[in-house]
């Protein structure tokens, strides 16, 4: 989901399989005596020493057996742990000055070193380019526009009636250089089967709603690689999904412009099935889910904004100090529209555990900036949820690192702390394995190799604040 009202209208590899990136510092960075957090199988490697050249880890072992480059920077990491930079699998920014001087800054003062944007335009693609060309600022991974149907939900999304016009659009948008394509909810049938067709003809991803013309279990056979909010999930896990689903895409077929139309479907979609949910439809799905490879993008933290009322305190977030008047109205603006929700969100959340007991991989996302969802601290809300929906510490860890680098097909350069990969890590004071709100507790960032400091991040955080505060006296 992204909001209208904002919206206006590389990962490049060497030729061994590691991004080009902007030339990092000459000086090298080391850490000793630090704990190393192991994203795969959750070992931990205490009194390690890491070594980092350019924008790569170079050599790390046992602290005082390893070679320690003449002039280096060098960090006593004694007592602390450190892990992969964290991946926001579903991020939205604004196209303006705000993404860099609110959005990109947040992301990286809470450890999350990579971004898939899941609403692309030019200017995303601009702002990729920037960071290649050594700009600070999150990897990026960056979707087309969405794609949707007749009457699309979201200013600047590319409007398809049939099927003809759906393979031009595919291959338009990988000639203008996209990482995958964006599908969304209100495609005709005929025109979303045509774009999975012709992005597997181009040999490029897509990803996105499943259509109300279409099933879960035919979008995943069809090739989509996810299910972003498992919209349409707790549908397919429905005994009454032959009675529900017709009329659902009947409307969709005939909406007209209006965002409460279009709204009021996505509600419908998944507070109908709510009374009919079937334990033997749902294995049966994520078998199937599991065996195409799909992956599931829950957004539980933008679940849970939309289901808690005025008095739940939500609105009194402290985090609000760091979003702009615009966004805080964006904010309020959108929960008028999902009165009905809660139910909705405890479904979700108990979907979520079963797809992972069923094997679904999970990628953590937020949907920033939706209601409530803030760049950055809600990745480490929605791991939080992902512990309380069934997953271990490390199981939801692995949801924002290991995960994202096995779906980018860059797990050779990300995803865990290791010689020859990329130096985006995060350094924290307490043990993320024990209890995953460590993940918060943050003492340093490195990013392509640059090192950033408590006292660094901190003043990124005042400087969010100051610039939210600027705008909100304009």
């Known amino acids: 989901m992204k909001r209208a009202?904002?919206?206006?209208?590389?990962?490049?590899?060497?030729?061994?399989?590691?991004?080009?990136?902007?030339?990092?510092?000459?000086?090298?960075?080391?850490?000793?005596?630090?704990?190393?957090?192991?994203?795969?199988?959750?070992?931990?490697?205490?009194?390690?020493?890491?070594?980092?050249?350019?924008?790569?880890?170079?050599?790390?072992?046992?602290?005082?057996?390893?070679?320690?480059?003449?002039?280096?920077?060098?960090?006593?990491?004694?007592?602390?742990?450190?892990?992969?930079?964290?991946?926001?699998?579903?991020?939205?920014?604004?196209e303006d000055k705000q993404a860099w001087e609110i959005f990109y800054p947040l992301v990286i003062a809470n450890g999350v070193t990579g971004v898939r944007n899941t609403f692309g335009s030019e200017t995303f693609l601009k702002h990729k380019a920037e960071v290649a060309n050594g700009t600070l600022g999150p990897r990026m991974f960056i979707s087309?526009?969405?794609?949707?149907?007749?009457?699309?939900?979201?200013?600047?999304?590319?409007?398809?009636?049939?099927?003809?016009?759906?393979?031009?659009?595919?291959?338009?948008?990988?000639?203008?250089?996209?990482d995958f394509i964006k599908t969304y909810q209100f495609l005709p049938r005929e025109t979303y089967f045509a774009i999975a067709d012709e992005a597997k003809k181009q040999k490029i991803d897509f990803a996105g709603h499943v259509p109300f013309a279409a099933t879960a279990?035919?979008?995943?056979?069809?090739?989509?690689?996810?299910?972003?909010?498992?919209?349409?999930?707790?549908?397919?896990c429905a005994t009454e999904e032959q009675k529900i689903r017709p009329a659902l895409a009947d409307a969709a077929a005939h909406?007209?412009?209006?965002?409460?139309?279009?709204v009021t479907l996505f509600?419908?979609?998944?507070?109908?099935?709510?009374?009919?949910?079937?334990?033997?439809?749902?294995?049966?799905?994520?078998?199937?889910l599991v065996r195409n490879g799909t992956y599931a993008v829950p957004t539980l933290v933008l679940h849970r904004s939309l289901s808690v009322g005025p008095g739940s305190g939500l609105r009194d977030d402290p985090r609000l100090k760091y979003?702009?008047?615009?966004?805080?109205?964006?904010?309020?603006?959108?929960?008028?529209?999902?009165?009905?929700?809660?139910?909705?969100?405890?479904?979700?959340?108990?979907v979520t555990g079963?797809?992972?007991?069923?094997?679904?991989?999970?990628?953590?996302?937020?949907?920033?900036?939706?209601?409530?969802?803030?760049?950055?601290?809600?990745?480490?809300?929605?791991?939080?949820?992902?512990?309380?929906?069934?997953?271990?510490?490390?199981?939801?860890?692995?949801?924002?690192?290991?995960?994202?680098?096995?779906?980018?097909?860059?797990?050779?350069?990300?995803?865990?702390?290791?010689?020859?990969?990329l130096a985006d890590l995060v350094l924290l004071d307490a043990n993320p394995l024990e209890k995953i709100g460590n993940t918060r507790k943050i003492a340093g960032v490195v990013l392509n190799g640059k090192h950033l400091d408590r006292e660094s991040l901190k003043k990124m955080l005042s400087d969010v604040e100051a610039s939210a505060n600027k705008n909100q006296a304009q």
């Open 354 to 421: 079963a797809m992972h007991r069923a094997g679904v991989k999970i990628l953590a996302g937020t949907d920033t900036y939706n209601a409530y969802c803030f760049p950055g601290f809600s990745v480490h809300d929605e791991l939080e949820l992902f512990v309380e929906a069934g997953m271990t510490p490390l199981e939801a860890l692995q949801t924002a690192t290991v995960n994202p680098a096995v779906f980018l097909r860059r797990e050779r350069s990300l995803g865990t702390v290791e010689k020859g990969k």
């Open 5 to 94: 009202l904002t919206l206006i209208f590389i990962f490049l590899f060497s030729l061994h399989g590691v991004e080009a990136q902007p030339s990092a510092p000459a000086q090298s960075l080391v850490f000793t005596h630090v704990t190393i957090v192991d994203t795969s199988n959750g070992k931990l490697h205490a009194d390690t020493t890491v070594v980092i050249s350019g924008n790569l880890i170079v050599a790390l072992g046992k602290t005082g057996k390893i070679a320690i480059p003449k002039d280096a920077q060098i960090v006593d990491a004694s007592g602390k742990f450190l892990m992969p930079g964290l991946w926001d699998m579903h991020f939205h920014a604004p």
């Open 144 to 178: 087309s526009p969405v794609v949707d149907g007749p009457a699309p939900m979201w200013e600047g999304s590319i409007s398809v009636a049939d099927a003809n016009a759906g393979r031009e659009v595919v291959r338009r948008l990988k000639k203008a250089g996209y």
């Open 267 to 288: 509600v419908r979609n998944e507070t109908e099935p709510l009374g009919s949910y079937s334990n033997r439809k749902a294995a049966e799905l994520f078998k199937r």
């Open 217 to 236: 279990a035919e979008a995943s056979d069809a090739g989509q690689k996810t299910l972003e909010h498992i919209f349409g999930v707790t549908l397919a």
């Open 255 to 262: 909406v007209s412009n209006e965002f409460a139309e279009h």
């Open 323 to 350: 979003m702009p008047v615009n966004i805080r109205q964006l904010f309020t603006w959108e929960l008028r529209f999902f009165a009905s929700y809660g139910p909705v969100y405890q479904r979700l959340l108990a």
